[in-house]
């Protein structure tokens, strides 16, 4: 037992989050060291006046921090050793492996050839700004008023001044967390989301709050509630099937998710990296909340994945905060990049490639029923991924090991976990990561594990 206590007088509502802050502060400060016990639950919820239940919600809380490890039958300990999130993916792609885990884009040996002509075309056209500026404004004012022109094809208007090019989605949507949620504040979000936004989280210290999802995305009352009960800042979406659970928000749901911000004045992220590739969809939450929206979209799972860049629309009360937080961070997009981008939305390629993706998913989603006949999954016809939903009974994580073992790769769904909540086991698999073939004998792989017997993994010792 540690000597240092939680004092009472401190908590506030949500009294489990409040809780968990104290012991996040006191080991951040030394008052806690690595390995110190933690008083067990019932013996702090005496101590505070506490239920049981928000002690363990703390505790909890503590763990998915990465502070505190639970050792059934022993107890609770500081742990400020922190251990690196996997990836979802492979890093690396070995030898013989079918790697269904990454999600990427379709891709022939056009997009290489069409890349290839827009570097030999910059190598002739490159402005000296782009190749000799070190000031983000003598180098984006055109790039950000053709921004706007693709915007509009995102079913969104937007100005040329409330506009940033980055170097893709994952630079856009940090930047935007980095200028709406300051450190120890809490940013809501999917409870199965995005898988970088647990370590960007602890990286920036704010707090995720995992709320609950249905067939629609997510649910508006939940989102009340979270705002009811705590100081939640922004809440990020991701509305058009690039979620794990490839569920496409409908208009109501969209419009209801921008009341419940507008009741509470919370900033909404909304990571729209499809685009215009879905076809059919509501316009974007930035539609229906245009004040309060940080929209972020890119080319990269859309056109080449080399072409790293994208657009983050911020509205007038984020706009400084964005540009210096930008600044800080990348100082700007990389100039020569965003050349290309540009070219392509001015002479209709991105357009063009975009067309061509759609057209080889729904393919692709055509090998995908054929192969997995008699199995229930998720998806959208526009999806770059399926998600399917494992047998109770089944291990998630010896399901992909069984999988790796038959030479297929496929993700994890826990890597997508945000809320502590009871787990239902399933694994994303990508559409585009690979070639045709190689996905319908990977998906016949994943077919067979799943109608067969389960079978345990065998080790070596």
């Known amino acids: 037992m540690t000597l240092w206590q939680p004092d009472p007088a401190l908590i506030r509502r949500p009294a489990y989050l409040s809780l968990a802050d104290q012991f996040a502060r006191a080991i951040h400060d030394g008052r806690l060291a690595n390995g110190a016990r933690l008083p067990t639950h019932r013996a702090l919820a005496d101590a505070l006046k506490l239920s049981v239940q928000t002690v363990s919600r703390a505790y909890e809380e503590l763990i998915r921090r990465g502070l505190v490890s ?146 629609d995305g997510l649910i508006p009352e939940a989102l009340d509630e979270a705002c009811r009960l705590a100081d939640i800042r922004a809440v990020f979406v991701q509305p058009s099937v690039i979620n794990p659970t490839a569920t496409l928000m409908g208009s109501v749901r969209r419009a209801q998710l921008a009341e419940v911000a507008r009741r509470h004045d919370i900033a909404i992220i909304e990571n729209d990296v499809l685009g215009p590739l879905v076809e059919d969809r509501a316009p974007p939450l930035a539609y229906f909340a245009p ?40 100082w700007m997009a990389t100039p020569m990049v965003a050349e290309i981008a540009t070219k392509w939305v001015t002479d209709g390629t991105a357009m063009d490639l975009v067309r061509w993706q759609r057209d080889a998913l729904r393919r692709r989603h055509e090998i995908a029923g054929e192969a997995l006949q008699g199995v229930a999954y998720r998806t959208c016809r526009d999806a770059l991924h399926i998600w399917l939903r494992l047998p109770d009974d089944r291990s998630e994580e010896a399901f992909v090991a069984q999988a790796r073992l038959r030479g297929v790769a496929i993700a994890p769904g826990a890597s997508f976990r945000i809320a502590e909540t009871p787990w239902k086991p399933a694994v994303r698999i990508s559409l585009g990561s690979t070639t045709e073939g190689e996905l319908q004998a990977g998906l016949g792989v994943v077919t067979k594990l799943l109608l067969g017997d389960p079978e345990h993994l065998l080790l070596a010792i």
């Open 70 to 215: 639970g050792e059934i039958g022993r107890g609770s300990f500081v742990q400020t050793q922190r251990r690196e999130p996997e990836p979802p993916y492979l890093p690396e792609r070995p030898g013989e492996v079918i790697d269904l885990s990454i999600l990427k884009p379709a891709c022939e040996t056009m997009h290489h050839e069409r890349l290839k002509q827009a570097l030999a075309w910059l190598a002739e056209a490159l402005p000296a700004s782009s190749a000799l500026s070190f000031r983000p404004n003598m180098v984006f004012p055109r790039h950000r008023a053709v921004a706007t022109e693709w915007l509009v094809a995102c079913g969104l208007e937007a100005s040329p001044q409330n506009v940033t090019l980055t170097n893709g989605a994952t630079a856009g949507m940090t930047v935007a967390l980095m200028s709406v949620a300051p450190p120890g504040s809490t940013v809501a979000t999917e409870a199965i989301g995005h898988h970088t936004l647990v370590p960007l989280a602890r990286y920036l210290g704010f707090h995720l709050e995992g709320l609950p999802i249905d067939d």
């Open 291 to 330: 004040e309060r929206t940080l929209y972020v979209t890119s080319f990269s799972k859309i056109t080449v994945p080399g072409l790293r860049v994208g657009y983050l629309v911020a509205p007038d009360r984020y706009a400084a905060a964005v540009a210096n937080r930008h600044l800080v961070s990348n």
